[in-house]
């Protein structure tokens, strides 16, 4: 896994056929053209394996943290859905495999990770007889995950401006990185920032009673921030007119629209927003 600089896929290169980085996102991003839940799920349920051991395992490559497998897999999903965008001339054979190349080895863990929880709203709408449609917003064209799009989503809590966190970075410790504690976050305040957002972005609309996702929240890790995300889904009868208005803009500029499960996959989604639609799809204990 632990792969030299290059694209991995330069005929030049006299370990081109060797690389496994370029096999694994080859396989990952055809798993992701396909639509293939079955391949996504098997490696789901092999990444929360992996950091089970992991996590038990003294001797591990130093080169990858305890989340390793799975920062590598979102890593290269994500690369694939950006890259995908940015160039669209190019064979996405050839993309995935670059994909997989850029995100291997990983780089070892300078210090924790930034922790965020974040409330997700999951709203879908749908015609008698017609494909649901989910309320997904457009992310900034700078910074994480450029351009892409989402579910609705608001941040409620950052290490980076917690005073206790701060703290506890004046004391020395050890060379490894230091643990964030996350807190859990009162579900009122998680609403109530959700609807200071959807009163924006569906004004005069009333939802369907949201409910909570209360089993567990989704964890999804980058290399350099941890997303705890606490997931509310809710439905909205929609009427013909309301779904014709595809996409608007909000005060601050941001776009929305609304998509369904195809329209995701055609603009490019990231593997945050599919762990999180798996999530209100099975069944689980909800509260309102």
Same mark, same amino acid.
């Given at each position: 896994?632990?792969?030299?600089?290059? &694209?991995?896929?330069?005929?030049?290169?006299?370990?081109?056929?060797?690389?496994?980085?370029?096999?694994?996102?080859?396989?990952?991003?055809?798993?992701?053209?396909?639509?293939?839940?079955?391949?996504?799920?098997? !490696?789901? $349920?092999?990444?929360?394996?992996?950091? +089970?051991?992991?996590? =038990?395992?003294?001797?591990?490559?130093? +080169?990858?943290?305890? &989340?390793?497998?799975?920062?590598?897999?979102?890593?290269?999903?994500?690369?694939?859905?950006?890259?995908?965008?940015?160039?669209?001339?190019?064979?996405?054979?050839?993309?995935?495999?670059?994909?997989?190349?850029?995100?291997?080895? !990983?780089?070892?863990?300078?210090?924790?990770?930034? =922790?965020?929880?974040?409330?997700?709203?999951?709203?879908?709408?749908?015609?008698?007889?017609?494909?649901?449609?989910?309320?997904?917003?457009?992310?900034?064209?700078?910074?994480?995950?450029?351009?892409?799009?989402?579910?609705?989503?608001?941040?409620?809590? $950052?290490?980076? $401006?917690?005073?206790?966190?701060?703290? $506890?970075?004046?004391?020395k410790k050890d060379s490894k990185p230091s643990t964030v504690d996350v807190p859990i976050i009162d579900p009122n305040i998680r609403s109530e920032a959700l609807d200071s957002f959807l009163s924006k972005a569906l004004p005069s609309v009333e939802l369907d009673e949201r409910a909570q996702l209360t089993d567990a929240p989704v964890i999804h890790v980058f290399s350099h921030v941890c997303h705890t995300m606490w997931v509310e889904s809710g439905e909205l009868k929609a009427n013909g007119e309301q779904l014709k208005k595809k996409r608007w803009k909000i005060d601050n500029g941001q776009e929305i629209g609304w998509m369904t499960e195809s329209d995701m996959t055609s603009v490019g989604i990231t593997s945050g927003v599919r762990k999180v639609l798996a999530a209100t799809q099975q069944p689980t204990k909800s509260s309102s």
């Open positions: 896994f632990c792969s030299p600089a290059g &694209s991995g896929i330069d005929d030049r290169d006299p370990l081109k056929e060797f690389y496994v980085s370029t096999r694994l996102g080859v396989a990952i991003g055809e798993a992701m053209l396909n639509g293939d839940a079955s391949t996504s799920g098997r !490696i789901e $349920n092999l990444i929360a394996n992996q950091s +089970l051991v992991a996590a =038990e395992k003294e001797n591990r490559c130093r +080169l990858c943290d305890p &989340s390793g497998i799975a920062t590598a897999y979102y890593d290269i999903m994500d690369k694939i859905s950006t890259n995908l965008i940015a160039n669209s001339k190019a064979k996405p054979k050839t993309i995935y495999a670059i994909s997989g190349h850029a995100s291997l080895p !990983i780089p070892p863990p300078k210090k924790s990770k930034r =922790e965020e929880v974040i409330a997700v709203a999951v709203i879908n709408a749908r015609e008698p007889d017609r494909e649901r449609h989910w309320l997904m917003v457009k992310r900034p064209s700078k910074g994480l995950l450029a351009g892409q799009w989402e579910f609705p989503s608001v941040c409620v809590w $950052n290490s980076a $401006n917690d005073s206790n966190q701060k703290n $506890n970075k004046g004391k």
